[in-house]
């Protein structure tokens, strides 16, 4: 990145902000960018205090319309687990935000913003590498998201509400790398995925088979709902 690249008030389009480790690279240099269009931060894990990640003033960018949040684990100036926690709740978008993607985040709970009134024109969501979250916002409930792709993003969903719902306007569901998958399809009825299109699952637990409502689900959209279908045991 250019040092000091915050200063450039009327810069209106900046694809990717890469954190850097000196003054003039970090993130609260983004605070005066009036950004729109997409927008990918990347090196999240070089942010040492939650303030830093507040003043980016994310929630003010009424014109930002993708984000794109990246930690990578493989720099050697790591970040804990609840300062991850911190980060992503303090990097809350504007409510125009139409797609959303998290990528190495560690920490143990999604924020609270993850819900109906924040995300409430997300199109797309895609989650990767995010393995040490204990359960998924009510992803369910989000009135226009149509492509949701879980990726290797933890082991384990509680089974209650939180991951669970209607999906109202689902048309694109892909999960895989979750061994202990719980939760997400055992809401019974046909309310659930009601226009759903295309569905894969990886590495599904050979124990979940023996679920009832799970394999009546599954092979509801399998057979009759979706024109794309791929499960793998």
């Not at 504007?94 to 959303?100: F, V, W």
């Not at 384990?156 to 694109?172: A, K, M, Q, T, W």
């Not at 569901?173 to 997400?184: A, D, H, Q, R, S």
């Amino acid at each position: 990145m250019s040092p000091r690249i915050g200063s450039l008030t009327c810069l209106k389009t900046l694809d990717c902000f890469v954190i850097g480790k000196r003054k003039g690279y970090r993130l609260v240099n983004s605070e005066t960018l009036n950004l729109g269009g997409s927008l990918s931060i990347t090196h999240l894990e070089r942010v040492k205090k939650d303030i830093a990640a507040k003043e980016a003033n994310l929630s003010a960018k009424a014109n930002l319309y993708s984000l794109c949040m990246s930690w990578d684990r493989s720099d050697r100036y790591e970040s804990e687990n609840d300062l991850d926690d911190k980060v992503l709740k303090s990097l809350k978008p504007h409510p125009n935000l139409k797609s959303l993607k998290v990528t190495g985040f560690r920490g143990l709970r999604l924020p609270d913003w993850m819900n109906g009134s924040v995300l409430k024109k997300v199109v797309s969501i895609d989650f990767d590498s995010c393995k040490n979250c204990l359960c998924l916002p009510p992803f369910g409930e989000l009135p226009c998201l149509e492509n949701l792709c879980l990726l290797g993003s933890g082991d384990y969903i509680e089974d209650n509400v939180h991951g669970c719902g209607r999906f109202p306007s689902l048309r694109r569901l892909v999960i895989k790398g979750f061994p202990n998958l719980k939760g997400l399809l055992q809401k019974e009825g046909n309310d659930q995925f009601p226009v759903l299109e295309e569905m894969e699952i990886h590495d599904l637990p050979y124990a979940h088979l023996s679920n009832p409502c799970l394999c009546q689900e599954i092979g509801s959209l399998g057979q009759h709902r979706c024109n794309v279908f791929e499960l793998h045991i």
